[in-house]
């Protein structure tokens, strides 16, 4: 199966400031990458999917890039909803998987 | 609106059985894949199965197969998930979640999610 490092687990900033989260592939999976977030007692939501296309309805702070094995996903100003933890998955193949999580916390 | 309400979650235990459902509406059920993800209390996600929109083609994560079994009932618009040989460590939240891709096919990720039932295994 291919493994999804994600880096780091949790994170705390500033409303205002710029995150980014890192998820790394074991091989190859072009740009076969989508994120989530995920609310406290909540079902994971998709923001980005193809590695860099926002889903309808998503706020444009959201953005993700990359392709290959490296990818990174950015909230441009962090507001205080955006408290959740983010999840990287990729579907190269139908052994789907996750990364690990990143819990966003409000510092 | 799209709706998926998953129901059959309680408590069994270790070597035990268990079905789980998953009932769908707002959307023509029948031209979509689905599939069963799970979270562990406190943990990560993981991918447990999928199934074509016909029952023709299913999948499964190595941690459950030969053990799970995904199937759907187009016309009763619902999803299931039958457990067996259930071990502590299937003890999770249960989400079906609906594939992004429309038609004879599917794309591998999820565009809408139930809330989830809560399946512990224990003695």
């Known amino acids: 199966d291919i493994q999804m490092t994600q880096s780091p687990s949790s994170l705390s900033a500033s409303v205002g400031d710029r995150v980014t989260i890192t998820c790394q592939a074991s091989?190859?999976?072009?740009?076969?990458l989508n994120w989530y977030q995920q609310k406290p007692g909540k079902a994971p939501k998709l923001l980005i999917y193809d590695a860099s296309n926002l889903e309808t309805g998503v706020p444009s702070r959201f953005s993700g890039s990359g392709s290959g094995t490296d990818f990174t996903f950015t909230i441009s100003s962090l507001q205080p909803e955006d408290i959740a933890t983010y999840y990287c998955q990729q579907y190269d193949n139908l052994a789907l998987t996750f990364g690990g999580g990143t819990k966003v916390e409000i510092k | 609106e799209v709706q998926l309400v998953e129901s059959g979650g309680v408590v069994v235990q270790p070597g035990g059985s268990l079905r789980l459902s998953c009932a769908a509406s707002g959307f023509t059920f029948d031209d979509y894949a689905m599939h069963w993800v799970r979270q562990a209390p406190g943990k990560g996600l993981e991918w447990v199965s999928l199934?074509?929109?016909?029952?023709?083609?299913?999948y499964y994560a190595d941690s459950v197969k030969g053990r799970f079994t995904i199937s759907r009932d187009n016309s009763k618009n619902s999803l299931y998930l039958q457990m067996n040989s259930l071990r502590a460590e299937d003890t999770a939240l249960y989400y079906c979640?609906?594939?992004?891709?429309?038609?004879?096919?599917?794309?591998?990720?999820?565009?809408?999610w139930g809330q989830g039932t809560l399946v512990t295994v224990s003695s």
């Open positions: 979640a609906k594939d992004v891709k429309r038609g004879y096919s599917y794309e591998g990720y999820f565009d809408y």
């Open positions: 091989q190859d999976i072009s740009n076969y």
């Open positions: 199934i074509s929109w016909d029952g023709g083609s299913t």
